[in-house]
C-alpha cells in the first residue's frame, strides 16, 4: 500500500496563477480530507468528503478555493487567482469508517509558495 | 476555531523520562485521536480512543479520555531521542442529529516535545 499520494511535493507560483493540488487516497477509503497547516493558524480543516460526496466546506477562506472529489481514488484542491497569503503546506487525509475503524492517514503534504 | 487545545505548548525533558500532554475539547465527539508529526513531515497517527472508552495503551503510550471534563491525556514512557516531534490531538465529531456519522475531525494547536538524549 503506497499511502496517500499527493502531488506535487513543492509548487511555487506567482501571484494570481491558478494552483491544483492532487490526492490519491488509499484504495477503499470512504472519508478524504483536505487541510492547510502554517505557523500562525495551525492546522485549518478546509473540506472533507465522504463517498465523493462534499460534506462539510465551511473551512474553505474564500471563493478562490474549490475542492473536487470526481471518483474514488482522486481529489484536487484548486486555488485561482492565488495569493501570497495562501502559502502553506496542504494535506490531503483518507480514512475507513466501516467496519473498525482506526484513524486516518495523511499524505505527505504539498509545500506552495505564492510569490 | 479549534476545537482541541493542548497543554503544554512546549514540552523538554531528558531521554527516560515520562512525557505527558493535555488536551481539552467543546463540544461532543465520537472520538478522539492523537497524531504526531516530526518537522517538515506529515502527521503519523498514534492511537484512537472512542467517546465510550476510558484508557487505551499501545506500546510506551497511553491514552486516558475523560468525556465529562471533556479532556485527554497522552502519556509517552521512558521517552526516547527519536520521540522529538509535534503531537497533535484531534477530536472527532459527529455530523448528524444522530451522532452515529463520523465527522470533523480538527486539530488543537500541538505540542512540541523535545527528548534531549
Known amino acids: 500500500d503506497a499511502g496517500v499520494i499527493q502531488s506535487p511535493r513543492h509548487e511555487v507560483t506567482e501571484m494570481g496563477q491558478e494552483v491544483t493540488l492532487r490526492c490519491k487516497p488509499i484504495s477503499g477509503h470512504d472519508y478524504l480530507f483536505w487541510y492547510r497547516q502554517t505557523m500562525m493558524r495551525g492546522l485549518e480543516l478546509l473540506i472533507y468528503f465522504n463517498n465523493n460526496v462534499p460534506i462539510d466546506d465551511s473551512g474553505m477562506p474564500e471563493d478562490r478555493f474549490s475542492a473536487k472529489m470526481p471518483n474514488a481514488s482522486f481529489s484536487t484542491l484548486k486555488i485561482q487567482p492565488s495569493e501570497p497569503r495562501d502559502s502553506a503546506v496542504y494535506f490531503c487525509?483518507?480514512?475507513?469508517?466501516?467496519?473498525?475503524?482506526?484513524?486516518?492517514?495523511f499524505g505527505s503534504g504539498t509545500r506552495l509558495t505564492v510569490v | 476555531s479549534q476545537q482541541g487545545e493542548e497543554d503544554p505548548q512546549a514540552l523538554s525533558i531528558q531521554e527516560g523520562e515520562n512525557a505527558t500532554m493535555n488536551c481539552s475539547y467543546k463540544t461532543s465527539i465520537n472520538n478522539l485521536q492523537w497524531y504526531r508529526q516530526n518537522s517538515g513531515r506529515g502527521l503519523v497517527h498514534l492511537i484512537l480512543i472512542r467517546s465510550n472508552e476510558r484508557e487505551k495503551h499501545s506500546g510506551r503510550l497511553r491514552v486516558t479520555l475523560d468525556t465529562s471534563k471533556k479532556s485527554s491525556s497522552l502519556l509517552i514512557t521512558a521517552s526516547r531521542a527519536a520521540d522529538t516531534a509535534s503531537y497533535f490531538c484531534?477530536?472527532?465529531?459527529?455530523?448528524?442529529?444522530?451522532?452515529?456519522?463520523?465527522?470533523?475531525?480538527?486539530f488543537g494547536q500541538g505540542t512540541i516535545l523535545t527528548v534531549h538524549p
Open positions: 487525509a483518507s480514512g475507513l469508517t466501516i467496519k473498525r475503524f482506526n484513524g486516518y492517514t
Open positions: 484531534a477530536t472527532d465529531r459527529p455530523t448528524n442529529a444522530g451522532g452515529t456519522s463520523y465527522g470533523k475531525l480538527t
